[in-house]
């Protein structure tokens, strides 16, 4: 069983930034994937951007050059820094985990937390 403890969002003007975190705990497997994914009202899930253990990054198209994430494995924590946010940004936010551990391997998500941009 695999755990994920999202920090809070918030309400952030635009232009502003914010940071969340993500913590994972449980069985966690050495080669993984983890990152986050947002959902807006209405709308899909959708990547926001995700890292592998390895340090391999990938941006969805609407936030590179805003966001940036990370991960500290020591920890078991990953960050994700967003700046120049925009009210489009608006969304709750999914922290994800996958072990890579070929086709079949499951998902884990956290609870979200929700992020809101005023224009």
């Known amino acids: 069983q695999v755990q994920l403890v999202e920090s809070e969002g918030g309400l952030v003007q635009a232009g502003g930034s914010l940071r969340l975190s993500c913590v994972v705990s449980?069985?966690?497997?050495?080669?993984?994937?983890m990152g986050w994914y947002r959902q807006a009202p209405g709308k899909q899930r959708d990547l926001v951007a995700t890292?592998?253990?390895?340090?391999?990054?990938n941006y969805a198209d609407s936030v590179k050059g805003r966001f940036t994430i990370s991960r500290d494995n020591a920890n078991k924590t990953v960050y994700l820094q967003m700046n120049s946010l925009k009210p489009e940004d608006t969304a709750v936010y999914y922290c994800?985990?996958?072990?890579?551990?070929?086709?079949?391997?499951?998902?884990?998500w956290g609870q979200g937390t929700q992020v809101t941009v005023s224009s």
């Open positions: 449980g069985s966690i497997f050495s080669m993984n994937v």
């Open positions: 890292i592998t253990s390895g340090g391999r990054r």
């Open positions: 994800l985990y996958r072990p890579l551990t070929g086709a079949g391997s499951l998902t884990s």
